[in-house]
Nanobody, 121 residues
């Protein structure tokens, strides 16, 4: 099982970034893919999640109406479109996969490496 996260970078407040999580090595149909983030000195927190099959999406309150999670089945990739970025969105962003969708980070089995998002002027 491999999850490859990419797309982080430096962006000014109010800007946008799109993160990608490319999945391989397992049958995605029964999995959920989630994005988590961890800011310096803080615990890892849930950001958004999507089931590979179906249309349900889930978000933490602080990113609702700003972030959108989506998937491209043909590319086995999940995206996190982040708009109206704020300095408090600065963190290392991770994607994770599991067959059970729970917002607690320790519940997720498979993790990609982090991609750093820095929101600063």
């Amino acid at each position: 099982v491999q999850l490859q996260a990419s797309g982080g970078g430096l962006v000014q407040p109010g800007g946008s970034l799109r993160l990608s999580c490319a999945a391989s090595g397992f049958a995605l149909d029964y999995y959920a893919i989630a994005w988590f983030r961890q800011a310096p000195g803080k615990e890892r927190e849930f950001v958004a999640a999507i089931w590979w099959s179906g249309s349900s999406t889930y978000y933490t309150d602080s990113v609702k109406d700003r972030f959108t999670i989506s998937r491209d089945n043909s590319k086995s990739t999940v995206y996190l479109q982040m708009n109206s970025l704020k300095p408090e969105d600065t963190a290392l962003y991770y994607c994770a996969a599991d067959t059970i969708l729970i917002r607690t980070p320790r519940s997720w089995t498979y993790w990609g490496q982090g991609t750093l998002v820095t929101v600063s002027s």
